[in-house]
Nanobody
Framework: QVQLVESGGGLVQPGGSLTLSCAASGSIFSINYMGWYRQAPGKERELVASITNSDSTNYGDSVKGRFTISRDNAKNTVYLQMNSLKPEDTGVYYC??????????????WGQGTQVTVSA
């Protein structure tokens, strides 16, 4: 089993910044992928940013140029630096970890979610 603990969410004004972190622990042999997804009320969960074990990154179109994903392999931790936040960035942010290149359901793990609210 792998456990994910998220932190860093909160309330911020438009134009402000927040940094999220997600630390993985447990029976980890390898991590092939770490990512952040978010879900707003009434909407489907969407990809925010992801990073592979080769440091290849991918970002959702709405956050390109504003968010940066990074990882610390020694700490099994992924970060999401969020700048120039907008009200539409509001939602619950979930950390996602995959432990195989071709994962089954058993190889995919989700964090508990952390609330990010962007409002004046």
């Amino acid at each position: 089993q792998v456990q994910l603990v998220e932190s860093g969410g909160g309330l911020v004004q438009p134009g402000g910044s927040l940094t999220l972190s997600c630390a993985a622990s447990g029976s980890i042999f390898s991590i092939n992928y770490m990512g952040w997804y978010r879900q707003a009320p009434g909407k489907e969960r969407e990809l925010v940013a992801s990073i592979t074990n080769s440091d290849s990154t991918n970002y959702g179109d709405s956050v390109k140029g504003r968010f940066t994903i990074s990882r610390d392999n020694a700490k099994n931790t992924v970060y999401l630096q969020m700048n120039s936040l907008k009200p539409e960035d509001t939602g619950v942010y979930y950390c996602n970890v995959r432990t195989r290149i071709i994962p089954t359901t058993r190889d995919i793990y989700w964090g508990q979610g952390t609330q990010v609210t962007v409002s004046a």
